[in-house]
């Protein structure tokens, strides 16, 4: 019975793997990060800011794709501090 049993498997060993990839968890990987510190002195909305701002890009790698796709994003540097610690 048990040899039976291996066969049928092994049959079918390659759809199931092609199976169980196609549903497993896939997380994108974090392939750069790239900063860059802004000091604002005053807006079109306000007369005086005097306040550094942090610029981030973050590049992520489509694991099915190979493609990066980058996402810019802008914190206060109270928030960063956060973000390091």
Known sequence: H???LC?????KQTALQD???ESSLRLNK???VSWR????????????VNEPVVQLKINVRNVDTGAVEPTV???SAN???VLLT
């Open 2 to 4: 048990t040899s039976a």
């Open 7 to 11: 066969k049928s498997y092994e049959d």
């Open 19 to 21: 199976r169980l990839k």
């Open 30 to 32: 974090l392939d750069s």
């Open 37 to 48: 510190v802004d000091y604002t002195l005053s807006s079109s909305e306000l007369k005086e």
């Open 73 to 75: 994003i802008s914190v």
């Open 79 to 81: 928030k960063f501090r």
